[in-house]
């Protein structure tokens, strides 16, 4: 069985879905003839910590952990908070920012490029090459953000002569939650340069969607002879238990996070037309304050309950159990956003309301579904929820259809990945 060396700055008992995409090539990898062999950090700064997902670790995996200089922890000395408090998802991107954060991210903007995880390159480095000597390794893949993770992965391939595929789950210098002064001048400059010297040195690329290829063949027109697109997806094994609990008012939930760009003004303006015994929508994970002023100011506050984070397998009940599920896309920069928790819902397999900009990839996923439904604006979207709501009522099974879904599946995604590194080992099967 040959090696892989998978670097990763993410991972349990980190949570969200950068861990999931990781965790799981690691874990259906050997299935295809590949051991996974872990570099990650100690004790990283996680903006969500889900310990159930040390439980899905495998028992023989090798995993190697170094220190690494966070400059969060000084970013929250500086504001006076516990150093070790996690740093909120929306940071960067939040109004009204005090003074001291105002300062906090003119350092973080000049100061960590391409972002303030770059403390680790120096004891990653050293790691990794130590790790490939002596541990025979074969083939280097890193998956990213923090996009520094690349930097740290160009130097070892380059140290040790290995072949190295770079995963994108994310874009670099078109990231949306860039925040304005990140997008110009010298900064985008610099990003732009850091992520020009990874695309050009790498053996393979690969992301999540066409979307976010096309933005990094701006950086790189022949990308394409040496790239992939590897899905996101799910994992059957976090769906045996089907749950099929009978809410007792419609349900629609999401799960996951919402940023100001993604408010789905459009299914709140359609809620204005139910009544309080006929609905529930349920937001679960962490959202922009002005998500909730949003619902209050449609008059709906009443009809939508917010819940915190929760982990992946209390989300993945969560899916389960709802009569419908809630996938919303940014109105901006949002080329090639395809997140792992449409799959899941897709697992499910239940009625799924999609709603963003009429470009998108996921409508054409969406709109594939036999239960699913995409919207760029609030017209029909009362109309479908009142189907799915008459399809409930009558106990019609059409609500939870049988389909071919095992092209979404990670195992599958894990095959294709295996089949790149087999190709680049001369392996080829």
């Not at 709906?300 to 993945?316: C, G, Q, R, T």
């Not at 969560?318 to 997140?339: A, C, F, K, R, W």
């Not at 939870?400 to 392996?427: A, C, G, H, V």
């Amino acid at each position: 069985m040959k090696k892989v060396l998978i670097i990763t700055y993410y991972w349990p008992p980190a949570g969200g879905p950068g861990v999931q995409r990781v965790l799981k090539f690691a874990k259906y990898l050997p299935q295809f003839g590949w051991e996974p062999i872990i570099l990650t950090v100690e004790n990283g700064n996680y903006p969500a910590i889900d310990k159930k997902l040390l439980t899905e670790i495998p028992n023989n995996l090798k995993i190697y952990k170094t220190k690494t200089l966070e400059p969060f922890v000084l970013y929250n000395k500086f504001r006076g908070q516990n150093k070790k408090e996690a740093i909120d998802t929306f940071t960067i991107t939040k109004s009204g920012k005090s003074f001291k954060e105002k300062i906090s991210n003119l350092i973080r903007t000049y100061f960590f490029i391409p972002d303030a995880r770059k403390g680790w390159k120096y004891y990653a480095v050293k790691e990794g090459i130590r790790i490939i000597n002596n541990e025979n390794i074969d083939l280097i893949f890193s998956s990213s953000p923090p996009h520094s993770l690349q930097l740290i992965a160009k130097k070892i391939a380059k140290k040790t002569n290995s072949p190295w595929v770079a995963d994108f789950r994310d874009p670099w210098s078109t990231a949306f939650w860039l925040d304005a002064m990140q997008k110009k001048g010298l900064p985008l400059k610099l990003n732009i340069k850091k992520e020009k010297s990874v695309l050009n040195n790498l053996s393979y690329f690969t992301t999540v969607s066409q979307g976010f290829l096309n933005r990094y063949k701006k950086n790189k027109a022949d990308l394409d002879h040496i790239a992939s697109i590897i899905y996101n997806g799910y994992d059957d094994q976090d769906f045996l238990d089907n749950k099929s609990e009978d809410n007792k008012i419609f349900t629609i939930r999401y799960v996951g996070t919402l940023a100001q760009t993604q408010s789905p003004d459009s299914l709140f303006d359609a809620l204005t037309n139910f009544n309080d015994d006929e609905i529930r929508l349920e937001l679960w994970g962490k959202f922009e304050s002005s998500i909730e002023e949003s619902a209050r100011n449609y008059g709906i506050k009443h009809l939508v309950d917010f819940f915190s984070y929760v982990n992946h397998e209390k989300a993945v009940s969560l899916m389960q159990s709802s009569d419908m599920l809630l996938l919303v896309i940014p109105n901006t920069n949002y080329e090639g956003i395809l997140t792992g928790k449409l799959y899941e819902y897709i697992a499910t397999r239940r009625p799924i309301i999609g709603l963003g900009p009429d470009d998108s990839e996921a409508k054409d996923i969406i709109n594939s579904l036999p239960n699913g439904a995409y919207f760029s604006e609030s017209k029909k979207i009362e109309s479908y929820i009142r189907e799915i709501i008459e399809l409930k009522n009558a106990n019609k099974t059409t609500i939870t259809p049988k389909m071919p879904i095992e092209k979404f599946s990670r195992k599958y995604s894990t095959k294709l990945l295996s089949q790149i590194f087999n190709k680049l080992t001369n392996n080829e099967n």
